[in-house]
Structures are given as structure tokens and as C-alpha cells.
């Protein structure tokens, strides 16, 4: 069961969270910062104006330093200092500097043109200075305006950015389950299909994604069904086939034991012997069909189709079956030699099998391909049986075949060993209208 914190719902939630509160936190910063700014650059530029209103008075004729508004102070520093004080109309010393206010008194000269941020009795201020004919002209602006209103901006902020998250986090969270629960029931779908139940299906509505993937589930569990078919009908063909020749053995040793007259040890061994081989035959099918089912790969070598090919023809004129083997030419191929030789051994078998006179054995190549070409004189295969026939135990002549010693196995494992290699085996109809086999495999890089 997945953990609240480790599902998609809740990461999708978390990361659109963060996202969302670094993008606030850097944005609220940048905007009390901005704010910060073009409120000061207004106190600096009204400041400047001051200095310049006040510089244009003092420059038309003497006079006291007045203020603009209350919130300005102004100094004006004598040219020599407390030293260096004017004397009035009648004689009298006069203070070298000038204020509009006692707290005036605290301004330093800053330096010229350029507006300073000062603090004065522990209020802040933005201070500029100005040399005039009379000394040097300071003008100071209160910035507890500026300040109070980026204060407020960033409270106003701090209560907003969590409730802005709160409420993307409602969102995301909302907006989430609705769009994951589709996959949840199709996740409740799938659980509740089991061994028993792969002929089920999970609801595949819909072009979006969810659709695509419901779609793609259910193609996936008609392959297990159809594996599953398979699967059980090979069981019962494979018991069948092991059946019917401990069925005959048994019923030739109960002749032979309840009317001994009637049977011999000789045609009682000669009947052992070939049930016998013929179970064994099937068996060592089974288990290399279960080989190549697994997958495993087998050791890979160059081979030459050629070399196997007339090993076959040789082994069948042994037999006394008439072999055209003329169309033997060249063919390498990377590939088990063992299994490659199973395969061709099992073309030859079966065209052998069906046989009036003779098999005719090629092996060309062709392109970037080798064919190795089994052609019999017989009676052909229908087309709409020319794919069924690699199937496993599938006999298109059940009583002949069996007669035969054929177990429905050898076609499908010549296919599994094509596919192996990454070849294919196709039947068609040959020259004298019998049988023709094709074998198609990669040409070896060698080659």
C-alpha cells in the first residue's frame, strides 16, 4: 500500500508547492524592494527639488532658511564655521549656522548631487547638500513614510503568500485526485483479475492517456490469455501424445499376458521398442520446445547451411528416399549448429513423410539472407493450412502421421528455432505441386 507522503497525489502537491512559494517569496522580495526604491527615488527627487527652491532663495538676497513643509530640514553651514560667524546690521555676531528646526542642527554635509540616508535623533532621513554664496546649503526629507509603507507591504505579504499556498495546495490537491482517479479504479480493475479471469477487461474509454494505457493493459492480457490457451492446450496435447503409446504398450503386454498364444516376445519387444522411441522422440521435443519457450540464448557460431544440407541428403539416400541435393550452393550463417541441424533434420523428416518419389534440397543465397529449401513430390499443403502447421501437434493426416512415427512437433520446432535466430519458415507450393519448405536465416557478416 503506498504511504500518503509517497504518492503521486501528494508529490505532485508538495512540488507544486514549493515551486509556487519560491516564485512568491522571490516576487513579494523583489516587489518591497521595488517598492523600496521608487518611494525613496521620490523622497530623493523632492529632496533635490527642496535644495534647489531653497539655493534660488538665498541666492536673490539674505534672509532666514525656511522650510518647505514640516517634514523638511534644513541647514545652511557658514562659510568659516562657529568661527567664522556674520556679523548683522548692528554689529553683532551672528551664528554661522542656520537651521529651520533644532533637530536641523544634527544634519552633516553630505556630498554633493547625491541624495544620502541619514538618521537624525533615531528618525530616519534622506539628506542632500548644495554649496550656495552664503555656505553650504543641507536639506533633509523624512523617509518614516517610505518606511512605514514597505513595513506594511511586507505584512501585508507575509499574512498573503501563506494563504495564496494554502489555497494552490487546495487546488493541487483537488485537482490531483480527480485526475488520478481513473487510474485508481483501473488499478482496482486489474487487481481483481486473476488467473481465472484473464478474459476480462478494464474500461478503455477515452483518447487521453489513461485510454491509451487501458488499451495497452488489455492487449497485454489478451496475450496472457492467449499464452494461457496455449499453454493448457499444449499440457493436454503433450498428455495425449505421452498417452497413446503407454496405452498401446500396455495393451500389448495384457494381450500377451491373458492369451500367450496370441502374442510373441518378439512382436511384444518389437512394439516396446517403437512406442518406446516414439515417446522418446516426443519428450526430447517437449524439452527443447521448453528450451527455446525460456528464451535462453545458445551458444552462436559461423555455420554452413551448405555442410548440413548434405549431411541431411546423405542420411535420407541412406534410408532409400531419392534426394535431388543439385541446388546445394554456398549459404554461412551465424547461428547453433546443433539446433540449425534439428531444424533441416526436421524439414527433411517431414518431406520424406509426404513424399511419392523423391525431396529435392537448396540452399541459396539470397540478399542479405540464406534460404535452405525442402521441396517434396507429395501432395502439398493446403493454403489455408500453410500457417497452422508450425502450430504445435497439428497433423493435417492424424492417422497417417502417427502411422509414421510424426508427434505434431517437428514444423514448431523448426519455427522456434527460425525465430531464434531471427529467421522464419514458410510453406508454399513447389514445382511438382507437393510440398515446398523455406528456412530463411541472416548471412552471416563473414560470409
Do not use: C, K
Amino acid at each position: 500500500m503506498t504511504t500518503p507522503l509517497r504518492s503521486i497525489r501528494s508529490r505532485l502537491t508538495i512540488g507544486a508547492l514549493l515551486i509556487v512559494a519560491a516564485a512568491l517569496i522571490a516576487g513579494s522580495f523583489a516587489a518591497v524592494q521595488v517598492l523600496r526604491a521608487t518611494l525613496t527615488e521620490g523622497v530623493a527627487a523632492a529632496v533635490q527639488q527642496d535644495v534647489d527652491t531653497i539655493s534660488a532663495q538665498l541666492d536673490r538676497g539674505p534672509g532666514r532658511v525656511d522650510a518647505i513643509d514640516d517634514d523638511v530640514l534644513v541647514r545652511l553651514h557658514g562659510p568659516g564655521g562657529a568661527h567664522d560667524g556674520e556679523r548683522d546690521d548692528d554689529g553683532a555676531a551672528a551664528d554661522s549656522d542656520q537651521v529651520n528646526d533644532d533637530d536641523a542642527r544634527a544634519l552633516p554635509v553630505v556630498p554633493d548631487d547625491q541624495a544620502q540616508r541619514i538618521e537624525v535623533d533615531g528618525d530616519p532621513y534622506l539628506a542632500a547638500s548644495e554649496e550656495t554664496d552664503r555656505g553650504t546649503l543641507t536639506v533633509a526629507r523624512s523617509l518614516s513614510g517610505v518606511d512605514e509603507a514597505v513595513s506594511a507591504s511586507a505584512a501585508l505579504l507575509a499574512v498573503a503568500v501563506p494563504l495564496v499556498l494554502g489555497l494552490v495546495g487546495l487546488v493541487m490537491w483537488v485537482v490531483a485526485t480527480r485526475a488520478l482517479a481513473p487510474v485508481e479504479r483501473l488499478r482496482r480493475q486489474v487487481d481483481a483479475i486473476d488467473a481465472t479471469g484473464l478474459d476480462r477487461r478494464v474500461d478503455s474509454a477515452g483518447d487521453d492517456e489513461l485510454g491509451a494505457l487501458a488499451r495497452t493493459m488489455n492487449r497485454m492480457l489478451d496475450r496472457l490469455e492467449q499464452s494461457q490457451i496455449t499453454q493448457r492446450r499444449f499440457v493436454s496435447d503433450a498428455s495425449h501424445e505421452l498417452r497413446s503409446p503407454l496405452a498401446t504398450i500396455r495393451q500389448h503386454a495384457e494381450l500377451a499376458t491373458a492369451h500367450p498364444e496370441a502374442s510373441s516376445l518378439a512382436a511384444l519387444s518389437r512394439v516396446v521398442l517403437d512406442e518406446g522411441e516414439r515417446m522418446q522422440e516426443l519428450v526430447e521435443g517437449l524439452l527443447l520446445l521448453a528450451r527455446l519457450d525460456e528464451g535462453r540464448e545458445a551458444p552462436m557460431a559461423p555455420t554452413d547451411l551448405d555442410d548440413i544440407a548434405l549431411a541431411e541428403a546423405h542420411r535420407l539416400r541412406g534410408l532409400g528416399i531419392a534426394v535431388d541435393a543439385s541446388g546445394i550452393g554456398p549459404g554461412r550463417v551465424l547461428g547453433n549448429a546443433a539446433l540449425l541441424a534439428r531444424a533441416v533434420r526436421n524439414l527433411a523428416d517431414n518431406a520424406a513423410r509426404h513424399a511419392h518419389a523423391r525431396v529435392i534440397l537448396r540452399v541459396v543465397e539470397q540478399g542479405d539472407r540464406v534460404l535452405v529449401q525442402v521441396e517434396d513430390d507429395g501432395t502439398g499443403v493446403p493454403i489455408e493450412e500453410r500457417e497452422r502447421i508450425f502450430d504445435r501437434f497439428v497433423r493435417l493426416d492424424e492417422a497417417r502421421a502417427r502411422d509414421a512415427g510424426g508427434s505434431g512437433l517437428g514444423l514448431a520446432i523448426v519455427r522456434e528455432i527460425a525465430i531464434a535466430h531471427g529467421g522464419s519458415v514458410t510453406a508454399s507450393e513447389g514445382a511438382s505441386g507437393g510440398a515446398l519448405m523455406t528456412l530463411s536465416l541472416p548471412r552471416s557478416a563473414d560470409a
